[in-house]
C-alpha cells in the first residue's frame, strides 16, 4: 500500500501533521491507499507557492500563447496516461471503468478549447465622456483560485475550474475529495511533466472541514470554486463572503425527464433509464423524476423497468459492467434512507427497492436499480437528492401541470423533455428553472456550452467561451492626454 503526499510547489511534499487518512477501494472494501491527512500549514505551504508562482515566479512571465501551448501539452500526456488515471479513479469511486475512460480522454478537449481561448483574451478601447482622455480595459486573473471537487468525477470536475483559470494566468490550490484524492496527484505530476512551473497547481489533500475550510478562508485565496453537496457549499459561500470574495459553486439537483404523449416513446425510455441508472444515479444530473403523461404509464412503465432489470452490476473494471458498487458507506446508507422514505410515504415499488448481494460474491455495497410510481411531488423522494440509482415517477395531465411540477424542488440544474411538438418544447424550455435543457436527449455536457445551476443547483457556470471571464477581472485606465 503506497502513502501519498501533496504536491506543492512541483514536488511531492509530506504533511505537516505526519498524519495519513486510508482511502478505500469501493468494490474490494480493502484501503488500497493512504492520502495525507493535512493540516491549515500545509495550506499555507501550498498558498505561499502558488502565491510566489503568480507574482514573481516563472509562470508570472509567460505569454498568453505561451500558457495555451501548456495546456495543449498537458491535454496530450492526459491521453496518454487516460487508461492509467482512469483506473486510479475507478479504485477510488468504483464507477465503471467503461464510463470513466471516455470521461478522462474527454479532459484533453476542454484543456484544448481553453488553450485556444488563452490568446483571446483582450480588454477594449472606450468611448468616452471627457474631452482629452482616452480610457482602455485591461482582463487580468484573479490570482489563486481555490478548487474544492467531490468524489463522482474527480479530474473531470477539477478540468473543467483549471482549465479556464489557467487559460486566465491564475494559479490553483485543490482539494480533492478525501474518498478521491489519488488521481489529482498524479493529474498535477503529469501537468509538471508538461511544463508547467512550480506552484501553478498545487493538491492538498485531507478533509473538507479542515483543509476546505482552512483554504476557503485563507486570506491570500482570490475565488473559490466549489463542486459538491449544498452543506459544504453553503459553507463555502459563508466563508468567501467574509472575505468578499467570489465563488462558482456547482451543487446537487433532482432533475426532471418529462415525456408527452407524442414524444418517441422508445427513445424516451432508454433517455430516461440511462438519465438515472448511469453511475449508478451517482451523477449531479441525474435524472431522479420520470414526469410521465398519464395516458403513457401502462405502456412505459412496464418497459423501463425490464430495460432496468437488465442493467449489469458488478466488478467496475469487466467491460461486462454498467453499474459498479455505490462508492462509499455513508452514501449507501443515504440511499438506503431515501428508499424507506419513500416507501413510508406511500409510493409504489415498481422494482429493485433493495441492497443485492456482489453478483462475484465479495463484500461490496451494491443496490438495485430502483423505481418508485405513485409518488407526489411533496414526497421526500421527489424533493431530496438521493444520488443513487432511485427513480420517481410522477403522473401528470397537462403541459401546465407538467411545468408546475419540473419546478416544485429547490434545485434546477437539468432537464430533459421528450416530445415531438416544437411548440412544447420551446415554452417548456423557457418555463423551466434549469440551467440546462435538454430536448429529446439527456446529460450531453461539452466543454463549449455552459454548465450550473439555478435556485440550490448553485451559482455560476462552467463551460463555454465567455466563462472564462469567471477568471479575471477588468480594470479601466484612464489617459489624460
Ligand atoms: P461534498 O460537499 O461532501 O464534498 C465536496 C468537496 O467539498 C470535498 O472535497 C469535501 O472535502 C469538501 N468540503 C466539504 N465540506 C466543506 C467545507 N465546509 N468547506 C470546504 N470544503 C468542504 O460532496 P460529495 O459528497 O463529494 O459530492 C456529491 C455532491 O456533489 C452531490 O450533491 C452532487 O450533486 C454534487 N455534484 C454537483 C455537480 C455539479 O456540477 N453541479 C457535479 C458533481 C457533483
Known amino acids: 500500500m503506497q502513502d501519498y503526499t501533496n504536491f506543492i510547489d512541483g514536488a511531492r511534499l509530506a504533511p505537516t501533521t505526519g498524519q495519513y487518512l486510508e482511502t478505500e477501494n469501493p468494490y474490494t472494501t480493502k484501503t488500497w491507499a493512504r492520502i ?75 484543456l484544448i478549447y481553453y488553450a485556444g481561448l488563452a490568446d483571446k483574451i483582450a480588454g477594449a478601447t472606450l468611448a ?7 480610457a482602455h480595459t485591461l482582463k487580468e486573473p484573479l490570482g489563486i483560485i481555490a478548487m474544492i471537487t467531490p468524489w463522482n468525477s474527480p479530474l473531470m470536475l477539477l478540468t473543467w475550474k483549471l482549465a479556464p483559470a489557467l487559460a486566465a494566468g491564475n494559479v490553483a490550490v485543490v482539494k480533492p475529495s478525501e474518498y478521491t484524492s489519488v488521481s489529482a496527484l498524479r493529474y498535477a505530476e503529469l501537468a509538471s511533466e508538461a511544463g508547467f512551473p512550480p506552484g501553478v497547481i498545487n493538491v492538498v489533500t485531507g478533509l473538507g472541514q479542515e483543509v476546505g475550510t482552512a483554504l476557503t478562508a485563507h486570506p491570500d485565496v482570490a475565488k473559490v470554486a466549489f463542486t459538491g453537496g449544498g452543506a459544504g ?36 425510455i432508454k433517455g430516461i433509464v440511462s438519465g438515472i441508472f448511469a453511475s449508478g444515479g451517482q451523477s449531479c444530473v441525474a435524472g431522479s423524476r420520470a414526469l410521465i403523461q398519464r395516458p403513457l404509464l401502462d405502456k412505459m412503465l412496464p418497459r423501463m423497468a425490464q430495460l ?14 454498467d453499474i459498479g458498487p455505490v462508492a462509499t458507506r455513508p452514501q449507501f446508507e443515504r440511499i438506503q434512507q431515501c428508499i424507506a422514505w419513500a416507501k413510508e410515504d406511500g409510493a409504489t415499488l415498481l422494482c429493485g427497492g433493495a441492497p443485492v448481494p456482489d453478483p462475484a460474491g465479495g463484500p461490496a455495497l451494491f443496490v438495485a436499480p430502483t423505481i418508485f410510481t405513485d409518488v407526489r411531488s411533496n414526497m421526500r423522494i421527489a424533493q431530496e437528492e438521493v444520488f443513487g440509482p432511485v427513480l420517481s415517477v410522477i403522473p401528470f395531465d397537462t403541459e401546465e401541470e407538467a411545468l408546475e411540477i419540473a419546478n416544485d424542488t429547490p434545485f434546477g440544474l437539468g432537464a430533459g423533455i421528450w416530445t415531438r411538438d416544437l411548440r412544447r418544447a420551446m415554452v417548456l424550455s423557457r418555463g423551466i428553472k434549469a440551467g440546462t435543457v435538454w430536448v429529446n436527449a439527456y ?17 455560476g457556470r462552467e463551460g463555454g467561451a465567455a466563462m472564462i471571464d469567471a477568471y479575471l477581472q477588468t480594470k479601466t485606465v484612464w489617459l489624460n492626454l
Open 308 to 321: 432496468a432489470g437488465k442493467i449489469r452490476l458488478g466488478d467496475p473494471m469487466s467491460p461486462e459492467t
Open 128 to 134: 468616452t465622456d471627457k474631452p482629452g482622455f482616452m
Open 443 to 459: 446529460k450531453g455536457v461539452s466543454q463549449t456550452a455552459p454548465f450550473g445551476g439555478f435556485k440550490e443547483s448553485g451559482i
Open 233 to 268: 457549499g453553503r459553507a463555502v459561500y459563508r466563508a468567501a463572503s467574509d472575505r468578499l470574495v467570489p465563488v462558482t459553486l456547482e451543487l446537487g439537483g433532482k432533475s426532471p425527464n418529462i415525456v408527452f404523449e407524442d414524444a418517441d416513446i422508445d427513445m424516451a
Open 36 to 110: 495525507a491527512r493535512s493540516g491549515p500549514e500545509d495550506v499555507d505551504r501550498a498558498v505561499a507557492a502558488a502565491k510566489a508562482a503568480f507574482t514573481t515566479g516563472a509562470w508570472s512571465r509567460l505569454t498568453a500563447p505561451q500558457r495555451g501551448a501548456l495546456l495543449r501539452r498537458f491535454a496530450e500526456l492526459i491521453v496518454e496516461n487516460a487508461e492509467e488515471l482512469a483506473r486510479i479513479e475507478v479504485t477510488d469511486n468504483g464507477k465503471p471503468l467503461s464510463e470513466m475512460l471516455p470521461q478522462v480522454k474527454k479532459i484533453a478537449d476542454w
